[in-house]
């Protein structure tokens, strides 16, 4: 970069710094949410500290432009205002605004963003994370890995490698939907080999090494709806690739021990649900009968920010139960639903509509990437409570950020990574 006279020399080394400190963040958060978290902050405090030039503030103001920024800004409106009538105290009220914060920041990220070359850098840094991720899940099968979670060999157990195996399974399937969209762009025929391999055995890290039922949902929806979406002017071809993906899917559910024993599980799990028998989808039956009475009660507005753990507490008697389910729902709709009402769930839907708009603004491969990031969206935020969450909330958040920070510019067709 030519910095031009002296004087925009410290300008532009800080212009740097804050955006590869962003790029850090994208290689970090599917690792260490402590790193995701450091680099993020330092990102956000050199992104203020350009504020004092005129024509980064103005950059900024613009940011403010983008669809999604308003329906992020009110979501957190909401939020404050529902403290007014909330039964939780200041100190749940401080854990809950914390927890959401990162929207407040989306337009400091859209910011951040605003380069193109900055924007394929974040992408790259992603899939270096995921590279790594998904290598050591296989490896993981023969091998020990120190930096592993999980300390178990051979086919039939969890392979998790870092987090947990829903955070691990829904950014696994989107990396899934990533790779076969870089597969569409590659220039080359061994590009696209070589991508469409990785895409492969992404999905069957899932489907073979994972116990994420979130992810096995989230990687069937959002592969089917990149295929839709980016084959949808070619349906011969859109109907083999249907007929190949559900010969592979029976294929998988037939040789993969923890995929079908996961799928009936949750069957006989949501059949025999009762508040004194603990399981996972048992127990989010019995949040489901808890959280419709409550909102029968406040509909409108919800019972406010941070009453959902208050209310839960005392609700459900039995310990077991309530060490699962009273902290969270583990479901993002119903959590908004019971809090802030159907103003907060409205509010929410405009959120994601937004983006869903803003992909059918983009060329057939761009659009299947953004709509399949809507689909793991919705699928992990209707098992899970995924903008409460440390590491998905990072995930949604800044791939919104990074999907959305080319709203305002023209489409960038030619580049391998999505703007």
């Known amino acids: 970069m030519n910095s031009g006279s002296p004087d925009k020399r410290p300008r532009a080394l800080l212009t740097i710094a804050s955006a590869y400190c962003l790029v850090l963040v994208y290689f970090a958060f599917p690792v260490s949410v402590a790193l995701a978290n450091t680099t993020l902050a330092l990102a956000v405090l050199l992104a203020g500290v350009r504020m004092s030039d005129a024509q980064a503030r103005a950059d ?7 669809p999604v920024v308003w329906p992020a800004m009110g979501l957190v409106l909401v939020m404050v205002v529902a403290t007014l009538w909330s039964p939780a105290d200041w100190s749940e009220y401080q854990d809950y605004l914390r927890k959401y914060f990162k929207l407040v920041l989306l337009p400091i990220f859209l910011f951040l963003l605003a380069d193109a070359e900055m924007r394929k850098r974040c992408w790259q840094a992603f899939a270096v994370a995921m590279l790594f991720t998904l290598a ?8 020990d890995l120190p930096w592993s979670s999980t300390q178990n060999q051979g086919f039939g157990v969890d392979h998790t490698v870092f987090k947990d195996h829903i955070s691990q399974g ?7 939907c990533a790779t076969l969209f870089w597969a569409t ?10 991508w469409t391999g990785v895409a492969v055995l992404a999905a069957a890290s899932v489907l073979f090494l994972s116990v994420g039922r979130t992810g096995y949902l989230s990687l069937v929806l959002s592969v089917l709806v990149f295929a839709v979406v980016a084959l949808a002017c070619r349906p011969r071809l859109l ?5 190949a993906g559900l010969l592979g899917l029976a294929l998988a559910f037939a040789l993969s021990s923890q995929f079908q024993q996961r799928t009936l599980q949750a069957w006989e799990e949501a059949r025999s649900s009762s508040p004194s028998n603990v399981t996972s989808v048992g127990a989010r039956v019995q949040v489901w009968h808890f959280a419709v009475q409550q909102i029968r009660e406040r509909p409108l507005l919800g019972a406010g920010t941070g009453s959902y753990p208050v209310l839960a507490t005392a609700h459900f008697e039995n310990p077991a139960m309530c060490a699962t389910i009273c902290p969270h729902p583990h479901n993002q709709f119903l959590f908004f639903l019971f809090e802030l009402g159907l103003l907060g769930l409205l ?5 994601l509509w937004a983006i869903v708009r803003q992909a059918f603004r983009h060329p057939p491969a761009h659009r299947a990437l953004m709509l399949s990031f809507v689909a793991v969206m919705l699928v992990s935020n209707m098992t899970h409570s995924s903008f409460w969450l440390s ?8 791939f919104t950020a990074l999907l959305m920070a080319s709203a ?6 030619g580049k391998v990574a999505a703007g």
């Open 391 to 398: 590491t998905e909330s990072h995930f949604f958040i800044l």
């Open 185 to 194: 762009k590659s220039a080359s025929a061994v590009g696209r080999v070589l």
């Open 170 to 176: 829904i950014m696994m399937a989107f990396f899934t």
């Open 408 to 413: 305002l510019r023209p489409v960038d067709q």
């Open 347 to 351: 509010v929410f839907a405009w959120f």
């Open 136 to 143: 050591s899940t296989w490896l993981n099968v023969w091998f």
């Open 60 to 66: 900024l103001v613009r940011t403010l432009r983008n």
């Open 239 to 243: 109907g083999a690739v249907l007929g």
